[in-house]
């Protein structure tokens, strides 16, 4: 049976971007040092750098394609160049309509401006029997996990401290989270949970 899955990667003071997001740095101050682990153990972290692409659709908030703000700048077709590593129908969250993005390697962005409902129904329609990723950023992946919408949580924690910025698990309530998978790198702790939705 498909799973809604998510994979982020925080500090371990829970950021999963540090402060003052713009376009030129999208992940905020010092936010692109999370990521090391991806880049420089490459190799030691193949599997799990193939489980975040490895999905039949995608979910993404606004803040993650582009750090603008109101009208879409119709230039812009996100952070990834003419191929994201996506593959597969993507589905942006915003307030603002825009006509879908067809790009190279079967990646299609399509905006989405009726809420986490609708962009996780579209989502599942376009994967099939394949898995759903919610992929970021912390505020999308805080709205789903309080609506109790993400079935597998996978944490890659970074050893380092951002002390502000897009913080993880702001407001999502007590939601139950039961730990599955532990591995790492000197870079990164990769924790798997299985979640539960808030209770009470």
């Not at 190799?43 to 394609?65: H, K, L, P, Q, S």
């Not at 915003?94 to 079967?106: D, L």
Request: aromatic residues 8%; proline residues 6%.
């Amino acid at each position: 049976m498909s799973k809604v899955t998510c994979d982020i990667t925080i500090s371990v003071d829970g950021f999963a971007a540090g402060p003052n997001q713009r376009v030129d740095e999208p992940l905020g101050d010092g936010g692109e040092l999370l990521h090391r682990w991806m880049f420089e153990e490459a190799e030691a972290n193949a599997d799990a750098v193939a489980a975040i692409t490895d999905a039949g659709a995608f979910v993404m908030g606004r803040n993650m394609f582009t750090a603008g703000r109101g009208d879409w700048d119709l230039e812009w077709n996100g952070y990834w160049g003419e191929e994201p590593p996506y593959h597969a129908p993507v589905f942006v969250l915003s307030h603002h309509p825009r006509e879908p993005v067809p790009m190279k390697g079967g990646t299609t962005f399509t905006f989405v401006t009726d809420g986490i409902g609708a962009a996780l129904a579209r989502a599942r329609e376009a994967a099939g029997d394949r898995d759903v990723a919610i992929c970021g950023g912390a505020q999308t992946v805080n709205q789903y996990l309080a609506a109790g919408l993400i079935d597998e949580l996978r944490l890659h924690v970074a050893p380092m401290v951002l002390g502000g910025g897009a913080r993880l698990f702001d407001g999502v309530g007590d939601i139950g989270l039961e730990q599955t998978a532990v591995s790492g790198t000197g870079l990164v702790t990769h924790i798997t949970y299985r979640a539960a939705p808030p209770r009470g």
